[in-house]
């Protein structure tokens, strides 16, 4: 069944903060290694979190994909 317009553009926004979620981990992340003295806790925390944001990067690139897929499929 075909997704209407408004379920689309739903599915996108969704996606957009999908996205935008994986980039502040990210900041978040590296705003830690530009801190002063890091230690073995903090860069223990840096790698949670930049695991977490590929882990979110790639939610948002499998979700897109479904939806390129819903779009494209025939109608």
Excluded: W
């Excluded at 075909?2 to 996606?15: F, I, K, S, V």
């Excluded at 981990?25 to 977490?52: C, M, P, S």
């Amino acid at each position: 069944m075909p997704m209407t317009r408004a379920c689309q553009q739903l599915a996108l926004e969704q996606n957009r903060r999908l996205f935008a979620s994986a980039y502040e981990l990210d900041r978040a992340a590296f705003a830690l290694l530009e801190g002063v003295g890091l230690d073995a806790f903090d860069f223990d925390h840096y790698q949670g979190l930049r695991r977490k944001a590929a882990e979110r990067y790639q939610e948002a690139i499998e979700h897109l994909a479904l939806l390129e897929g819903s779009r494209s499929s025939p109608k």
